[in-house]
């Protein structure tokens, strides 16, 4: 089974509205989480890392004030696309380590309208 | 820099046969090796990891390592369709998850 669930599987938004996406790790305590964007056809892109009690690191070119990232617990790490636009739609896609490798989660199918 | 290279492809390979799916890393620290599979509009799966030089087997795949080399692979025997996707070669180099490196994937096509 799973050892990554992410929430929802997919939204459709309002353009200028925030979406939250969950990523949880079940059985395990992860202390960082990464954050991916995958367009169609396209490999994945790293957005962030997020460590557990401290800021997310962004890669370069990501907006952080667009992309909010909270690793509030061991097992739960959020992130939230604020004023979302139709360039935002992707599919978004968070893994978590588990001290010796990295499972997925299912990923999210965003849709700005 | 740590880099994973993998050929993106496509590879295209007739059912039944053997897929040799190739990957080369430039850390020489690196420890461990992974494999991932992703279908297309789904997220990566593990498939499986390699730790030591030589061949792990795990039913129809076989992973290779030659750490000298630099150097890791995929073997999926019995090719079906069903293996159509795009594979991810990933090194471990230690210190934690920023040790992790992707490669960029190649993208196997299994013809009926």
């Known amino acids: 089974g799973a050892v990554v669930s992410q929430h929802p599987s997919w939204v459709i938004c309002k353009s200028g509205t925030s979406v939250k996406i969950e990523c949880r790790s079940l059985?395990?305590?992860?202390?960082?989480m990464f954050w991916y964007r995958q367009f169609p056809k396209q490999s994945l892109m790293l957005m962030a890392t997020s460590n557990e009690g401290s800021k997310a690191t962004y890669e370069q070119g990501v907006e952080k004030d667009k992309f909010l990232i909270n690793h509030a617990s061991l097992t739960l790490s959020t992130l939230t696309v604020t004023s979302a636009h139709p360039e935002d739609s992707s599919f978004y896609i968070c893994?978590?380590?588990?001290?010796?490798?990295?499972?997925f989660g299912e990923g999210s199918w965003l849709t700005v309208v | 820099q740590k880099e994973v290279e993998q050929n993106s492809g496509p590879l295209s390979v007739p059912e039944g046969a053997i897929a040799s799916l190739n990957c080369t890393y430039s850390?020489?620290?690196?420890?461990?090796f992974f494999w991932y599979r992703q279908y297309s509009g789904k997220s990566p799966e593990l498939i499986m990891f390699i730790y030591s030089n030589g061949d792990k087997e795990d039913g129809r795949f076989t992973a290779q390592l030659n750490k000298a080399s630099q150097y890791v692979s995929l073997l999926i025997r019995d090719s079906q369709p069903s293996d159509s996707a795009t594979y991810l070669c990933?090194?471990?180099?230690?210190?934690?998850?920023?040790?992790?490196?992707f490669g960029k994937g190649t993208h196997l096509i299994i013809q009926p």
């Open positions: 059985d395990f305590q992860a202390t960082t």
């Open positions: 893994s978590a380590y588990t001290g010796n490798t990295i499972y």
């Open positions: 990933a090194a471990y180099s230690g210190g934690g998850a920023d040790g992790l490196t």
């Open positions: 850390d020489r620290g690196s420890q461990s």
